[in-house]
Structure formats: C-alpha cells, structure tokens
C-alpha cells in the first residue's frame, strides 16, 4: 500500500465530493458555476462545471486511491 498516493487519491475524492454538495451554498462555488452559465448557457455551463469540478475530481480520485491501495506510486501511474 503506497500511502502518498492513496491520500493524495481520498483527498481529490473529498474534494469532488465537497464541491457537489457544497455546490449551490458557497459562494465562491456559485461565483464560478455563475459564470459558467452566463458564459456557455444554463444547461451547457451546468454541464462543463461539473465535469470539471466535480466528476473529474471524484473519477480521477477513486483512480489514484485504487492505485494507492494495490501498491502503485505515482510516478509509475503516469508513466506506464
């Protein structure tokens, strides 16, 4: 088990986590999904927000997080 990468993998899902819930009542998080919108439009703008903020952290999270716990480092997810 490689504890770097398996914290640095909860950490990110924490953080997707934190953002999906916390989306509409921060409101440095309302700031950017607002600008979002009135950038891309209301349905487009939701969408790419939350790909951003929110899946990509949370998918790219779980990733690291299992790579952590079946012994794998970072430098070697990344390189092959």
């Known amino acids: 088990?490689?504890?770097?990468?398996l914290a640095l993998g909860l950490f990110m899902?924490?953080?997707?986590s934190y953002i999906l819930f916390t989306r509409a009542k921060a409101k440095h998080q309302k700031a950017r999904l607002d600008f979002m919108r009135k950038a891309l439009g209301r349905p487009f703008g939701l969408t790419i927000?939350?790909?951003?903020?929110?899946i990509l952290p949370i998918v790219f999270g779980i990733y690291i997080a299992y790579a952590?716990?079946?012994?794998?480092?970072?430098?070697?997810?990344?390189?092959?």
């Open 13 to 16: 899902l924490c953080h997707g």
């Open 68 to 80: 952590g716990f079946n012994n794998v480092s970072l430098s070697t997810i990344f390189t092959g």
């Open 49 to 54: 927000y939350s790909l951003i903020y929110v």
């Open 1 to 5: 088990m490689d504890f770097y990468t």
